[in-house]
């Protein structure tokens, strides 16, 4: 397995409350994703970083934020949780996409509840 | 834009019966097309990818898919189903756009192996 660990696992937390996520990778792999699963809709894109200091959006970005100030370390930031934000979060890593096909390895994932 | 489609949101077989998990994909690039699967409160793990050197792709557990140009399909398939293959798996295309190789994922595909 990738060495990429998650957390915490599991956090309840209220409305209104700012929560961070962490995604800390040995691999040295430049790329990290952060990624939200809810049913019905596979894996979605929240925000990505191609390298230290470097992260664009992704297709569901509203109400994250995201920093990486170290290759290992990629954090996710709910500023106010929403009820909305209720979901599963995994990370993943690739190495650099250049020529070849770039698979992601996954974490394992962190179960977030907003009451 | 690029896109991915399962077919069938859940399918159910018999122990020592074939798999036939359907995945039908759009793209306007030469695709990069995996197959992940997930385990119950697990992360993913890549089963198999597509890398164009051939349309046959043999993957772990005894998994295989067919990329099939004229038709847009990827199907994932196994001929003799196991307990432990009960899982979600999911149908992915590779989007080479921007500063990243983000990863489109289909809605799942819940298998059930009944006894």
């Known amino acids: 397995d990738a060495g990429i660990t998650q957390s915490p696992r599991h956090k309840v937390t209220e409305t209104g409350t700012p929560v961070t996520l962490r995604c800390h990778q040995t691999e040295n792999h430049r790329y990290m994703y952060w990624y939200r699963q809810d049913p019905g809709h596979g894996l979605r894109l929240i925000h990505y970083s191609y390298g230290v200091k470097d992260t664009d959006k992704g297709e569901v970005s509203d109400g994250y934020s995201v920093s990486r100030s170290k290759t290992e370390d990629f954090l996710l930031t709910l500023e106010s949780a929403t009820s909305s934000q209720t979901s599963v979060y995994f990370c993943?890593?690739?190495?650099?996409?250049?020529?070849?096909?770039?698979?992601?390895?996954f974490g394992p994932g962190t179960r977030l509840t907003v009451t | 834009a690029q896109s991915v489609t399962q077919l069938d949101s859940h399918v159910s077989v018999s122990e020592g019966t074939p798999v036939l998990l359907r995945c039908n994909y759009s793209s306007s690039y030469s695709p990069s097309l995996f197959w992940y699967v997930q385990h119950p409160n697990k992360g993913l793990q890549l089963l198999l990818k597509?890398?164009?050197?051939?349309?046959l792709v043999k993957g772990i557990n005894g998994f295989e898919a067919e990329f099939k140009k004229s038709e847009t399909s990827f199907h994932l398939t196994k001929p003799s189903a196991h307990m432990s293959d009960a899982a979600e798996y999911f149908c992915?295309?590779?989007?080479?756009?921007?500063?990243?190789?983000?990863?489109?994922f289909g809605s799942g595909t819940r298998l059930l192996v009944r006894p």
């Open positions: 597509y890398t164009s050197a051939a349309t």
């Open positions: 993943a890593i690739s190495e650099f996409p250049g020529q070849g096909v770039h698979e992601q390895y």
């Open positions: 992915v295309v590779s989007d080479p756009g921007g500063s990243s190789y983000k990863l489109i």
